[in-house]
């Protein structure tokens, strides 16, 4: 059996990411459900947290290929 | 269609699919690995496409929209104010609208194209086409700023106002990195890695059936039915993500942009 232990690696610290973005998103689905009059301010917010969360599994990828 | 015919070709041993695949032979080749490849070919055809269809729904301006007018009003209103009115907001959005508004539907058309057949390869699962948006969208937001705020712009990115002096040479360092050098790169990264993931699984799904059904054992090949059923569920997963990436890269150069024209108010 042989293969990259990196991609391992990776699968562990994607762990990390997809933590953040159930938060994320819990979070926004908590607000959007208390306050629906909110949801167009919450939604950019939202997606701006997915994207700076989801950074850290980007970072993970390109490792996990580079080295 | 190359890296599903392969893995039938040897028989044995099933062979995923690999990023080589991704690089498909240049259509028009000249010289060594270089060419007219697929993904220009479609880049071309986006930007036909997006014409079209914008031309031909704002030609006949009418006061009560037809079919076609109000589909192109509701997309160009979609970009212009859940995108640019929303986050860059007051006075000066306007000026971006056309840059949010062809960033989104170039975007939009060359993801889309993974999900459609025949065409089946979203442009941007080449890392060359997101460097290149995500460095305009750099240039844009350093450019916006400093034709504002003068070089002052760069210490007011980079120096956080409020914070006590003595913890200064740990902040500033970490906000040069996160703002200059990891700002553009996950912004074109993500783009990048998430188009090709979703190909990835496409191609790879489409591999196994076509291992699968290959096989001598009839319940072998009973089990590609199942991939199938879980490659199309993951199909439409994917066509959903390849509508939000483009969504998601456009809101991030408005936020961008926005903290370029605000870089004075935290």
Do not use: C
Request: glycine share 12%; hydrophobic share 55%.
């Amino acid at each position: 059996m042989e293969g990259n232990l990196n991609l391992v690696g990776y699968g562990l610290s994607a762990i990390g990411g997809a933590i953040g973005v159930g938060l994320v998103f819990a979070a926004y689905i908590n607000g959007v459900a208390r306050q629906p009059e909110a949801q167009r301010v919450l939604q950019p917010i939202a997606f701006l947290g997915l994207a700076l969360t989801e950074a850290l599994a980007i970072l993970g990828l390109v490792f996990a290929f580079v080295l | 269609m190359t890296p599903l015919a392969l893995p039938a070709a040897d028989g044995g041993t099933f062979t995923p699919p690999t990023l080589e695949d991704m690089h498909l032979p240049a259509i028009f080749p000249w010289g060594e690995g270089e060419g007219f490849s697929k993904q220009m070919l479609l880049v071309l055809l986006s930007v036909v496409f997006i014409a079209w269809f914008f031309i031909a729904a704002s030609r006949k301006g009418q006061l009560v929209p037809g079919k076609l007018q109000f589909l192109g009003e509701s997309a160009y209103g979609f970009v212009r104010n859940s995108i640019g009115k929303d986050i860059i907001g007051g006075r000066d959005f306007m000026k971006f609208v056309p840059l949010l508004f062809a960033l989104f539907f170039f975007i939009l058309v060359n993801n889309i194209y993974g999900a459609i057949p025949f065409f089946q390869l979203p442009t941007m699962s080449h890392v060359g086409g997101a460097y290149f948006l995500a460095g305009f969208v750099y240039i844009t937001w350093i450019g916006v700023g400093l034709r504002k705020y003068g070089p002052r712009f760069i210490k007011l990115t980079i120096v956080p106002s409020g914070v006590p002096w003595f913890i200064l040479p740990i902040v500033v360092p970490i906000e040069i990195i996160s703002n200059f050098i990891v700002r553009p790169m996950t912004h074109s990264l993500r783009l990048f890695a998430t188009m090709l993931a979703g190909h990835l699984v496409v191609a790879l799904a489409g591999s196994g059936i076509a291992f699968l059904i290959a096989q001598e054992n009839v319940l072998l090949q009973g089990t590609s039915l199942l991939v199938l059923v879980g490659a199309t569920a993951m199909y439409g997963l994917e066509a959903l993500i390849m509508v939000l990436q483009a969504y998601v890269f456009t809101l991030l150069t408005a936020i961008y942009i926005q903290g370029a024209l605000h870089a004075d108010a935290h």
